[in-house]
T-cell receptor
């Protein structure tokens, strides 16, 4: 069965430091992979997506993610976080009939 | 332009009552999705519409849940005989509807349903 695992429930990072959020997936075929961000009181916003091609994808707000087939991973990175990046981040894989299967999310806390 | 809107933003109801949750998608988007998000969890797929028809309702938990999209735009999620376990945030998303862009879903702010 398809599934997404985000091993870290919470991550705390100092403002200005680099960030990596982990995502592992289980999917039989070539996956379509996504990262979304959810800020308090706001809807889920798409940060970036991978369908095919270059395994390093760039997204909005300075985020990037790298697809590694051998590790079944799609980790999200940012070289320098800002206080406004504090939010919950969700990794998802596209399944049949265009539904998304989601991880449980990682809450990012920014230390001043 | 306007994004996906959902009404009400909050709904408190008593166990056993009937509720309707409304979703207004982005204009022109043919695909519409409903998800449910419980506390501390990622969204869970409920149902997907392409136009007026439900293309996949495999995520609806039981026959108390039903959704319609009669004119291919606004959708209503209906829950009969609500139970406390139905308490969650119900999310609606829409997308343009062609093959790849259907995965690029635009979400509304959600309706927080509390069943007392």
């Amino acid at each position: 069965a398809q599934s997404v695992t985000q091993p870290d429930i919470h991550i705390t990072v100092s403002e200005g430091a680099s960030l990596e959020l982990r995502c592992n997936y289980s999917y039989g075929a070539t996956p379509y992979l996504f990262w979304y961000v959810q800020s308090p009181g706001q809807g889920l916003q798409l940060l970036l997506k991978y369908f095919s091609g270059d395994t390093l994808v760039q997204g909005i707000k300075g985020f990037e993610a790298e697809f590694k087939r051998s590790q079944s991973s799609f980790n999200l990175r940012k070289p320098s976080v800002h206080w406004s990046d504090a939010a919950e981040y969700f990794c998802a894989v596209g399944a049949s009939n265009y539904q998304l299967i989601w991880g449980a999310g990682t809450k990012l806390i920014i230390k001043p | 332009g306007a994004g996906v809107s959902q009404t009400p933003s909050n709904k408190v109801t008593e166990k056993g009552k009937y509720v309707e949750l409304r979703c207004d998608p982005i204009s022109g988007h043919t695909a519409l999705y409903w998800y449910r998000q419980s506390l501390g969890q990622g969204p869970e797929f409920l149902i997907y519409f392409q136009g007026t028809g439900a293309a996949d309702d495999s995520g609806l938990p039981n026959d108390r849940f039903f959704a319609v999209r009669p004119e291919g735009s606004v959708s209503t999620l209906k829950i009969q005989r609500t139970e406390r376990g139905d308490s969650a945030v119900y999310l609606c998303a829409s997308s343009p509807g062609d093959r790849f862009s259907s995965y690029e879903q635009y979400f509304g702010p959600g309706t927080r349903l509390t069943v007392t």
